[in-house]
């Protein structure tokens, strides 16, 4: 029997980080992490990821402390009514931003690949629309939709490293540490980009029925991911070598339009990978917009928080239509790094470090 | 309640009749490509003389011809013959496809420039083949340009066959052949085989773009026409995105051994008056790398599997030493075209065919990073010692 008070339990937290950094990430970053690592690029996928589990343990213990209030409660008995509210605005900015960006992105692969003559407004506003209607219903129907889809989640990775596999040339990974510091460091921190999305749980504390478990859970997922996206990676290197891997745009969607479908299964196999993309775009665009209701919520002091993405969802659609074309508008995502960087590092670490110094200073005065 | 369900079945009702407007495709409106050929007509570029912008560029210079080959649908469904003899011809007779040529700057403007004459929308798609003419390959930037497209486009098959159209382009897509409606399919047909005969060294579009991306050198087969067939049996060597030259089709299987991709194919060696075919089953080659001052010293490993087919027939190949003397005699047959081919592309090519700079690029970067500058000149002083072992694992059911 299923307890009717929409709270989640530790799988599906770890469901709803898996899927809001699944989306379209995964095919945009093998030909950044290329450009700068070359063949090393998957080593440097595996680094970013672990650095990833570091930052989720940041957030998990400094957001732990004070899960019962949330994020925006977290940061206002922290820091002060005012300070706090100020502190959480661009983590709030952060999640529209997102939320405008992630149906545009969806919609310029669709556009590219599915839909050719739609106008790119009716590939987003179904999107955002649906999404909102999911979001309505609470976190714990959202989590639901998400355990459903894990089994073709997983189908869809089982079928791509069937069909890519043969006919790859294992040789391209080599010579392996032929790069320099640089180049790996600069891999490493646009790799990090692509992870981005375990910083939903600042929000969704207040919504697990158990939240000092939610670390093991995370770190799992992340690992999950980190392997996911190493064998991505090491995928569209064996198969069209480093230097094609660099000027494609979306390489992974690339090499299954490359590659022969094992006998049995369909010809132009790309069709059921994008098919099934969808959905998984359509659970990132989902979690950010629940993102955006809990913390547009808590900052507006609502107790019902099902009337705040309607009202935001004109400002999304305003921020995805940015950029006139397809190279303006990556350009506008790069600025987005800033307030992901704050929402990542910054505000994690400056809350565990104020946790950390509240404990200290309320021992010293027991004492 | 009720307002609720209404508000949930209103989208999903609207959705039914509004969705996919735009892109809303008839299957009858489109006209698939099964084979694009593509020429150049060495045009010189005028670039240089002005770099002024001008009104209107399109079909000002006639740079390239392209012919696509479109299936008849109706003509493509077979008809017994009359006679009962077999083989079966087309609804209405005729040919089963069309060829629609035209010349402009480029593909998109030439497809622009068919658009007035062709009542479907021309569907890249499903390309089979892809064929590049002999002026194409001598005309860099036009060439360029071509495999740009090919790649840009996300609709064109990257699973489509490439290879070099020797002689006129227009012979070889009018060709009807005997066992399908189609040349792709036909052509295609041969290139699925190929890994059985290793005769053929067939090319997807994504392979060529992967392997030309590095350095500008690829290999592709050559298609000819020959009465109405067609004849594949060179390998057409490019350097640099141009036609270096044309490579005997007796080198493809010693080329694809040390290239580490031959699958199948028969070798035949004469013993005691008697041609034996040796049917390859496997081949693996390892390559070992010493640097001796300026020198590179390759060792290549070749181990082979494979079968006899035939021997003489009151003979029996089981008894004493045949089999070990067939055996050295494959071995030092197969040492020997190695070698051959070795120096072909050595002393008569001059560039580096073998996948021997990749080796040393992957396995021993340092070297290589040492003849980068001048790769080809480095291959053609190596020296290339061959190690070869056939084993022979089947005689058929007869001693």
């Known amino acids: ?367 | 309640m009720k307002v609720k369900r209404l508000v949930i079945l209103l989208p999903a009702f609207l959705l039914l009749f509004t969705s996919g407007c735009w892109d809303k495709t008839e299957i009858s409106e489109k006209a698939f490509i099964f084979t694009l050929a593509v020429d150049s007509n060495e045009i010189q570029d005028d670039k240089a003389e002005d770099n002024n912008v001008r009104a209107f560029y399109e079909s000002q210079r006639k740079k390239i011809t392209a012919i696509f080959s479109i299936p008849i649908p109706s003509k493509t469904a077979s008809i017994p013959s009359s006679d009962g003899s077999g083989g079966g011809g087309t609804p209405g007779g005729g040919k089963a496809f069309i060829n629609q040529k035209s010349e402009g700057e480029n593909i998109p403007d030439i497809i622009k420039i068919l658009g007035v004459r062709e009542n479907r929308t021309l569907c890249l798609c499903y390309i089979k083949l892809f064929l590049l003419g002999e002026n194409l390959l001598k005309d860099k930037e036009a060439l360029l340009e071509t495999l740009d497209y090919a790649r840009r486009d996300p609709d064109f098959n990257k699973l489509a066959y490439v290879a070099v159209a020797k002689g006129k382009m227009e012979d070889i897509v009018n060709i009807e052949p005997k066992m399908e409606k189609m040349l792709a399919s036909y052509v295609a047909g041969i290139f699925d085989m190929a890994k059985k005969t290793s005769s053929l060294v067939p090319v997807h579009f994504g392979v060529l773009a992967s392997t030309i991306l590095k350095e500008g050198n690829a290999v592709l087969p050559c298609i000819e026409k020959a009465d109405n067939e067609v004849k594949i049996n060179n390998l057409a060597l490019i350097k640099d995105y141009q036609l270096l030259a044309y490579m005997d089709g007796k080198y493809i299987r010693p080329y694809a051994c040390i290239n580490n991709k031959l699958e199948g194919g028969t070798k035949l060696i004469e013993y005691k008056g008697t041609m034996i075919p040796y049917e390859i089953s496997s081949s693996k080659r390892r390559i070992s790398l010493k640097e001796e001052g300026n020198l590179l010293k390759y060792t290549i490993n070749v181990e082979m599997e494979g079968d006899i087919e035939e021997f003489y027939f009151t003979g029996q190949i089981s008894e004493d030493d045949i089999l070990k003397e067939i055996k050295s005699r494959l071995e030092e047959s197969m040492k020997l075209e190695l070698q051959e081919t070795t120096n072909y592309f050595q002393e008569v090519i001059g560039c580096d065919y073998l996948g021997l700079g990749e080796y040393t690029y992957n396995y021993h970067n340092k070297i290589y990073k040492k003849y980068k500058e001048n790769w080809d000149k480095a291959f053609s002083k190596a020296d290339i010692a061959f190690d070869v072992t056939m084993n022979i694992k089947r005689i058929g059911i007869s001693k």
């Not at chain 1, 002060?80 to 999640?95: H, N």
Request: charged share 15%; with cysteine; glycine share 8%.
């Open chain 1, 1 to 367: 029997m299923i307890p009717d008070d929409d709270k989640i339990s530790n799988f599906q937290a770890a469901l709803i980080v898996f899927n809001f950094i699944l989306g379209a990430g995964v095919f945009m970053f093998p030909s950044e992490a290329a450009k700068n690592a070359g063949n090393d690029a998957w080593m440097t996928t595996i680094v970013a990821g672990l650095i990833n589990i570091l930052l989720i343990y940041i957030i998990c213990k400094g957001g732990g402390e004070y899960s019962r209030y949330g994020f925006v409660g977290t940061c206002r008995v922290l820091f002060g009514r005012i300070f706090g509210t100020i502190l959480a605005i661009p983590v709030f900015l952060y999640f529209i931003y997102a939320g405008g960006m992630t149906p545009r992105l969806f919609a310029e692969v669709i556009k590219l690949f599915l839909l050719h003559n739609t106008p790119i407004e009716f590939v987003i506003i179904p999107l955002i629309l649906l999404g909102v209607i999911l979001v309505r219903s609470g976190i714990e129907p959202m989590a639901r939709f998400f355990e459903v889809l894990l089994p073709l989640t997983i189908f869809l990775v089982v079928v791509l490293v069937v069909t890519v596999l043969p006919g790859s040339d294992f040789t391209n990974l080599r010579p392996f540490f032929s790069g320099t510091i640089p180049g790996y460091l600069k891999g490493i921190l646009s790799t990090s980009w692509a992870y981005a999305g375990f910083e939903i749980l600042l929000v969704i504390y207040p919504f697990m029925r158990s939240p000092g478990k939610a670390f093991k859970s995370s770190a799992v997922v992340m690992l999950a991911m980190t392997l996911l996206y190493a064998l991505v990676v090491m995928l569209c290197i064996v198969r069209l070598g480093v230097e094609e891997t660099k000027t494609l745009l979306f390489a992974p969607i690339y090499i299954i339009k490359a590659s022969e479908a094992p006998i049995g299964l369909v010809e132009r196999f790309e069709g059921l990978v994008m098919a099934l993309w969808v959905i998984l775009e359509f659970t990132t665009f989902v979690v950010i917009a629940y993102g955006i209701s809990v913390t547009g919520g808590d900052l507006l002091n609502q107790k019902d928080r099902k009337h705040i993405l309607p009202i935001i969802m004109p400002l999304l659609l305003i921020f995805g239509l940015q950029g006139e074309s397809t190279v303006d508008f990556f350009k506008i995502v790069d600025n987005i790094r800033y307030l992901q960087t704050y929402t990542v590092v910054i505000i994690p670490l400056v809350i565990l470090l104020t946790v950390f110094i509240k404990k200290k200073v309320g021992k010293k005065s027991e004492s």
